[in-house]
């Protein structure tokens, strides 16, 4: 028998003396820490006498063994149970933690030795190195070992969490002082997420937020709706405010407007905005290009337009909603691991149609409850009703979700032509 067997069994042999504090070192245990598919399988089933509040005693696990489905069950019988009793080190509440550790230790290593053959099979399967950058990296994110300290006494981190209140803040503000007012500004480490239908200007806002975060440091601006030439444009557009006709074949500058394109021009060039805009980039795409671009500098901030664009990877079988909530979860990881915040532009579903006002709620984020789950800030645009006719020339802001402050409604003015969203005084309607 291996070392790692006989520690397996000793682990279930302590779960099986039915001492409580022995139960209370092993809580932190779960079946994937067992390399052996039997142990893995005894250890869920004491797992589930424990949540249902009976006993761990061997007596009782093997009058629960026929709850194990028949095909795990093989093998496993009254004389294993006898053999992981026996095994159990002695005192075992004393023990009981240094097996935990060992076991949890060893699960992390082989998780690490996995990911490392898998890291080497993409190398040799996917010719582009960026993808294969993503995919490692993702291998590698989800085989890292949980370092983090489970609890802290107050008393351990209180001095530091005031020491934070006196130093400046880290929030990066909005161009716009309504929506500052409510959410403070772009919070690092944060997702924010932005829902519209389409036309509602949701594309304005993101360009807008990058070309401002980019006066601060690097954004990363992932662009799977339109190409780079039409990105720059709009942000020609809204820092020379030419209309965005003049720049792209449907008219042409006057003389004012060239000097003006001239100066946007130069502040553009100088301005550590990386556009990467293939339209069939995944989540990974994403997260590579933020922390490439990261090796040059702290990021201000990354721009993903929009959410459901993003491919799947070959071969995903999985529904849509599962997708999604994946790749939210994974823009909520980057922005902390980059501690940046993440702006990401999501579509709305029809649902708003069907109401008198055509507001939209956070019920009409698309495809994914995840996405209101994991976002920090959601903010849900709406081009408002004048006389049953939507008004062009403004826009309401809806804060519908703030875990930093206050939600509610700002409205903005909001200019098409030049791609450009403005302060604008709130009246009710």
């Known amino acids: 028998m291996s070392v790692q067997q006989t520690l397996e069994r000793a682990v279930i042999g302590l779960a099986l003396t039915g001492d409580p504090r022995v139960a209370l070192d092993l809580d932190r245990v779960r079946p994937a820490h067992f390399a052996d598919p039997r142990h893995g399988a005894v250890w869920g089933l004491i797992r589930a006498q424990e949540d249902a509040g009976r006993p761990t005693d061997a007596v009782t696990v093997a009058a629960s063994l ?10 496993i019988d009254d004389a294993y149970l006898l053999d992981c009793l026996h095994a159990a080190p002695s005192p075992a509440p004393v023990l009981a933690a240094s097996y935990a550790d060992r076991l949890i230790q060893a699960a992390g290593h082989r998780s690490l030795s996995t990911a490392l053959i898998r890291a080497q099979q993409i190398l040799d399967a996917v010719p582009d190195p960026v993808e294969a950058d993503a995919l490692i990296r993702a291998a590698l994110d989800e085989a890292a070992p949980d370092t983090q300290a489970v609890g802290q006494l107050i008393g351990e981190g209180i ?8 130093q400046p803040g880290r929030l990066t503000p909005t161009p716009w002082t309504g929506i500052n007012d409510r959410i403070g500004g772009w919070r690092p480490g944060a997702l924010h997420v932005v829902g519209a239908r389409p036309g509602a200007g949701k594309t304005i ?3 807008q937020a990058a070309y401002a975060l980019a006066h601060h440091g690097p954004v990363a601006v992932s662009s799977l709706e339109m190409p780079r030439r039409e990105v720059h444009t709009r942000l020609l557009a809204h820092a020379a405010q030419v209309p965005l006709g003049h720049l792209n074949g449907q008219g042409q500058p006057d003389g004012a407007e060239w000097d003006r394109i001239a100066r946007a021009a130069g502040v553009l060039r100088n301005l550590p905005v990386s556009i990467d805009d293939r339209p069939d980039a995944t989540v990974w795409d994403v997260a590579s290009h933020a922390r490439l671009l990261a090796r040059r500098g702290p990021l201000a901030g990354v721009v993903v337009d929009y959410m459901q664009l993003m491919s799947t990877p070959r071969g995903e079988k999985r529904p849509r909603h599962e997708v999604v909530a994946e790749q939210s979860r994974r823009l909520k990881v980057l922005a902390g691991t980059l501690d940046c915040p993440v702006i990401a532009l999501s579509q709305l579903n029809r649902a708003s149609q069907g109401r008198a006002d055509l507001r939209p709620s956070l019920a009409d984020l698309r495809e994914s409850g995840a996405i209101e789950q994991d976002a920090d800030v959601v903010l849900l645009l709406h081009v408002p009703l004048e ?3 939507p008004d062009q020339g403004r826009l309401d802001v809806l804060v519908a ?29």
């Not at 026929?66 to 093998?75: C, F, L, M, N």
């Not at 930093?404 to 700002?410: F, I």
């Open 66 to 75: 026929p709850r194990i489905p028949a095909g795990e069950r093989v093998g």
């Open 159 to 166: 001095d530091a969490t005031i020491n934070g209140i006196e």
């Open 205 to 207: 806002l993101g360009l």
């Open 387 to 389: 006389g049953g006719v």
């Open 401 to 429: 979700k703030n875990r930093h402050g206050t939600t509610g409604p700002v409205r903005l003015r909001r200019d098409g032509a030049t791609a450009t969203l403005d302060d604008l005084t709130w009246t009710p309607s």
